[in-house]
């Protein structure tokens, strides 16, 4: 069963940093490009952050870029998302999801997120 | 980036009704449209992907289609467990964009 569990979620200030991790079983996870989705409250769904199974591709959503960093152990079956400079915003409860496919993928797994508020 | 509009932003239905949900998009995406059904306290659940296909484990009343760059997700009998917020994504290019939701209650 594939199965994705997220954490490292929690209350922080603004300005300051966190790190979310996402552990991928059931599968192949260094076969798997993967993306971070979140979800404001009371908002829609807004993809973050984008990694391919290598590493090689990396891209970021422009409210994200310069401040979130993502990336993968694949010897640890393991997802990241790297928050810094966090503000008011960015507080949402953040989803990890496999890509079924190598280009043009969509989301076929997701996790139960994991969930961020950032206020003083 | 692309923008996905979905219609309605919400309505309300009866139990064996025809529900069509529809998302447009801003410019050509092919087939690389998914549905998404999203219940408070889940994650989103994959309903439809490449515009018309059903995703595992997903109940044959779903049925998703396209007409030029508008895109369909049809329930054909609807059940008291299919109401949520159905999403619509585009996959063509990053970044990947999200319709706005329909939400879907029962009358």
């Known amino acids: 069963e594939v199965q994705l569990v997220e954490s490292g979620g929690g209350l922080v200030q603004p300005g300051r940093s966190l790190k979310l991790s996402c552990v991928a079983s059931?599968?192949?996870?260094?076969?798997?490009?993967m993306n971070w989705i979140r979800q404001a409250p009371g908002k829609g769904l807004e993809w973050v952050a984008y990694?391919?199974?290598?590493?090689?591709?990396?891209y970021y959503a422009e409210t994200v870029k310069g401040r979130f960093t993502i990336s993968r152990d694949n010897a640890k079956n393991t997802l990241y998302l790297q928050m810094t400079s966090l503000r008011s915003e960015d507080t949402a409860l953040y989803y990890c999801a496999r890509l079924r496919g190598t280009t043009r993928a969509h989301m076929d797994a997701w996790g139960q997120g994991a969930s961020v508020t950032v206020s003083s | 980036d692309i923008q996905l509009t979905q219609s309605p932003s919400s309505m309300s239905a009866s139990l064996g009704d025809r529900v069509s949900l529809t998302c447009q998009s801003s410019?050509?995406?092919?087939?690389?449209l998914s549905w998404y059904q999203h219940k408070p306290g889940k994650p989103p659940k994959p309903m439809i992907y490449?515009?018309?296909n059903l995703a595992d484990g997903v109940p044959s009343r779903f049925s998703g289609s396209r007409s030029g760059s508008d895109y369909s997700l049809t329930i054909s009998s609807l059940e008291s467990e299919d109401t949520a917020i159905y999403y619509c994504?585009?996959?063509?290019?990053?970044?990947?964009?999200f319709g706005a939701g329909t939400k879907l209650e029962l009358k």
């Open positions: 994504l585009q996959y063509d290019e990053y970044p990947y964009t």
């Open positions: 410019q050509g995406i092919g087939n690389y």
């Open positions: 490449y515009a018309t």
């Open positions: 059931g599968f192949t996870f260094s076969n798997y490009g």
């Open positions: 990694i391919s199974s290598g590493s090689s591709y990396i």
